[in-house]
């Protein structure tokens, strides 16, 4: 390459087996031709047009990644305050329940006497209806006793 062609690239000295060696494979008749002729306008504003949506799109993304944390964040605290509710709930049932079971325990005497109540009542209606039966028996057998007399 010619010290003119260095120049006109900035001043770094590129070799073409400098090139060769990197994996470029340029021919002399490219080596030789400027970059700066090379240089097209509506490319550059293409490539800046490119650079910048692909900045936008890159944008984009982070910022729907951003509003998707800030979603779950918010979910989380809404999952946590019902947690805390549903907590509270079952705290007041199972002292609700403590309660019952305290007033049941004490109110179990009372239920087992009616209970016994119940029983008796229960014996003194079949002993009512047996007396009841009999008193007929013996009123048909005096009936009839009358009659024969």
């Known amino acids: ?3 003119a062609n260095n120049e006109q690239l900035g001043g770094a000295a590129i070799s073409s ?3 060769q060696g990197s994996g470029c494979d340029m021919t002399d008749s490219m080596m030789s031709m400027d ?6 306008p509506s490319l550059d504003h293409l490539a800046r047009a490119m650079f910048d949506k692909t900045s936008t799109y890159l944008q984009g993304e982070l910022t729907l990644v951003q509003e998707d944390y800030k979603l779950l964040e918010n979910l989380n605290k809404a999952t ?5 509710d549903m907590r509270q709930i079952s705290t007041n049932v ?3 329940l403590h309660e019952l079971n305290e007033k049941y325990k004490s109110l179990e005497p009372h239920l087992r006497q009616i209970d016994q109540i119940e029983d008796s009542v229960n014996k003194l209606e079949q002993a009512a209806y047996k007396l009841d039966s009999y008193s007929k028996r013996l009123e048909a057998k005096f009936k009839s006793l009358e009659k024969r007399q």
Do not use: G
């Open 80 to 84: 946590a305050s019902k947690y805390s």
């Open 35 to 40: 970059i700066r002729e090379q240089h097209d």
């Open 94 to 96: 199972a002292r609700s």
């Open 1 to 3: 390459m010619s010290q």
């Open 17 to 19: 087996q400098d090139l």
